[in-house]
């Protein structure tokens, strides 16, 4: 499974994937800070990327009728760790397959 973090993702949530051999991208690092919620979201499914977020707008979006997306997992930062994150996301992407999370939501 292929993470797409948005531009909302800590740095060190990143690399603490990356440190648990997480394939994950980084809007920051792809250079696509301040692009729409909507750019993010088609190029993440262009990628075959789940995006990670912790934007509710993602929510929002990905539960419109039509709208497809390759998956998304939310965290809350209020309420869900640095850990927590990290430990979350590794979870889902060991048990889900690509087609599990296909315009599925998981929230951690």
């Known amino acids: 499974m292929k993470i797409y973090a948005d531009e909302n993702i800590e740095r060190s949530i990143i690399e603490g994937l990356r440190r648990r051999r997480i394939e994950i991208v ?3 690092e792809l250079g696509y800070l301040s ?3 909507e750019f993010h979201l088609k190029r993440a499914l262009e990628i075959k990327a789940v995006i990670l977020t912790h934007d509710v707008d993602f ?3 990905a539960t419109n009728s039509g ?3 390759f998956g998304i997992i939310f965290s809350h930062p209020k309420n869900v760790s640095i850990g927590q994150c ?5 979870l889902i992407a060991t ?3 690509d ?3 296909k315009n599925h939501i998981e929230f951690l």
């Open 67 to 69: 709208v497809n997306h």
């Open 26 to 28: 980084s809007a920051k």
């Open 86 to 90: 990290i430990r979350g996301v590794e």
């Open 59 to 61: 929510l929002r979006m």
């Open 95 to 97: 048990i889900l397959t």
């Open 35 to 37: 692009k729409p919620d």
């Open 99 to 101: 087609e599990d999370i």
